[in-house]
């Protein structure tokens, strides 16, 4: 047992040795005013009015181009959402027809409007209102089958992205003037 407390004491006597050479940093600690000085820099940058004059037009310049880009369909200004040929054969097959849920929000407001007015008209509009929003959903799905078929034959069967129904569907649940990115074919002219 001896032994053993003999052991310990060299070790920590060591342990002593080690701590006081690393004890040191060789300067003293800065004062806190010295360390805020040294870390000074500027919150806000140059206050130069013309030089933010000048940075605030280039972005609205960039803005504008990127808006006006993805307006026209331009593949860089695209969000993820819209990039890519099939997203934009969908765009064009979608914006080629008719679609029932185009009508679904001036629908809307007539129904809106109608449920003001007591009585049984407002039971009508109702049910009138949920029967045009079935008309959508059944139009939707018919407009997802077709497109399945078709981006199938275009692209083939194992390439189709996924997303393309719900995109679609959206797509035409919009109203056409609303669309983003314009529509780039007329009504009827179906992409190939």
């Known amino acids: 047992m001896a032994k053993k407390g003999a052991d310990s004491a060299t070790a920590a006597d060591e342990h002593d040795a080690q701590n006081e050479a690393r004890a040191g940093k060789g300067r003293p600690t800065p004062s806190r005013k010295q360390a805020q000085a040294a870390n000074a820099r500027p919150i806000v940058g140059s206050r130069d009015k013309t030089l933010m004059k000048e940075q605030r037009r280039q972005q609205t310049e960039a803005r504008e181009r990127a808006r ?4 026209q369909g331009d593949e860089r200004f695209l969000t993820p959402r819209d990039k890519g040929p099939q997203r934009r054969y969908v765009r064009d097959y979608v914006d080629a027809r008719w679609s029932v849920g185009e009508l679904l929000i001036p629908m809307m407001l007539v129904v809106l409007v109608m449920t ?12 009138v209102i949920w029967a045009f929003v079935g008309l ?5 799905v ?16 194992d390439r189709v992205q996924p997303g393309f129904r719900w995109y679609a569907a959206m797509r ?3 109203f056409r003037p609303l669309r983003v990115p314009k529509p780039q074919v007329k009504r009827g002219s179906f992409p190939s």
């Open 172 to 174: 035409a649940f919009q």
């Open 116 to 127: 003001f007015i007591p009585g049984i008209m407002q039971v009508i509009s109702l049910i």
């Open 68 to 71: 006006l880009g993805m307006m």
């Open 142 to 157: 018919f407009l997802g089958m077709r497109l399945k078929k078709r981006l199938g034959e275009k692209f083939g069967e």
């Open 136 to 140: 959508a959903i059944i139009d939707a």
